[in-house]
């Protein structure tokens, strides 16, 4: 299974900033596929937090911004609030064998 | 609002099969196809294939091809996923949720039903 990658946690006190990779390959990321990002709090379905690399739906706060350049995208959280303590995950489209949506290992944020 | 709200909690035995069902309201449902994605406990969630609802085109990730099936009522604005010869790693959530697409390099999944818990156990 084609796998983008992160790291298992993060941690950051009220108020800081933190930030989540996603590194791909040259058949996901590298191809120009768009990467999303998704916030998951327990026991709930995941969210839609950033999409098109950089955007923000309506009813996301501003603080949370993404970037995406080469083969890897970045999810920044600034301004920690404990509300933000969840699993995230960045998510692309691979075009390897028969192509397919392909999700990231997964980021528990913790807010200290 | 847009929404998909999926049927409840099942547990089934190995060998059975288990249908899932996704309602959809909030948007014109023939617009947009919907993908099915399961998450096992702990890990990430995994993409199974989508089904476009407009045409009924389907396409199924090569790790479930041949035991799941997609379908949709168009009339009831509902989708529908059906695993078979279930096992024990099966045991999930599924979800549903809606692919919204401006271009091949330009598509995302939003919004997510709630989930539905599949539990295999004999």
């Known amino acids: 299974q084609s796998v983008l990658t992160q790291p298992p946690s993060v941690s950051g006190a009220p108020g800081q900033r933190v930030t989540i990779s996603c590194t791909g390959s040259r058949s996901n990321i590298g191809a120009g596929y768009d990467v999303h990002w998704y916030q998951q709090l327990p026991g709930t379905a995941p969210k839609l937090l950033i999409y098109g690399n950089t955007n923000r739906p309506s009813g996301v706060p501003d603080r949370f911004s993404g970037s995406k350049s080469g083969t890897s995208a970045s999810l920044a959280i600034t301004g920690l609030q404990a509300e933000d303590e969840a699993d995230y995950y960045c998510?692309?489209?691979?075009?390897?064998?028969?192509?397919?949506?392909?999700f990231g290992t997964g980021t528990k944020v913790t807010v200290l | 609002q847009v929404q998909l709200v999926q049927s409840g909690a099942e547990v089934k035995k190995p060998g059975a099969s288990v249908k899932v069902s996704c309602k959809a309201s909030?948007?014109?449902?023939?617009?947009?196809?919907i993908h099915w994605l399961r998450q096992a406990p702990g890990q990430r969630p995994e993409w199974m294939g989508w089904?476009?609802?407009?045409?009924?085109?389907?396409k199924y990730s090569q790790n479930f091809q041949g035991r799941v099936t997609f379908t949709r009522d168009t009339s009831a604005s509902t989708a529908y996923m059906e695993v078979s010869s279930l096992r024990y790693e099966d045991t999930a959530v599924y979800y549903c949720?809606?692919?919204?697409?401006?271009?091949?390099?330009?598509?995302?999944?939003?919004?997510w039903g709630q989930g539905t818990l599949v539990t295999v156990s004999s």
């Open positions: 949720a809606r692919l919204v697409w401006i271009g091949e390099y330009e598509n995302w999944i939003d919004p």
């Open positions: 998510q692309s489209y691979d075009n390897s064998l028969s192509g397919s949506y392909v």
């Open positions: 909030g948007y014109t449902f023939t617009k947009h196809a």
């Open positions: 089904i476009n609802v407009g045409n009924d085109e389907r």
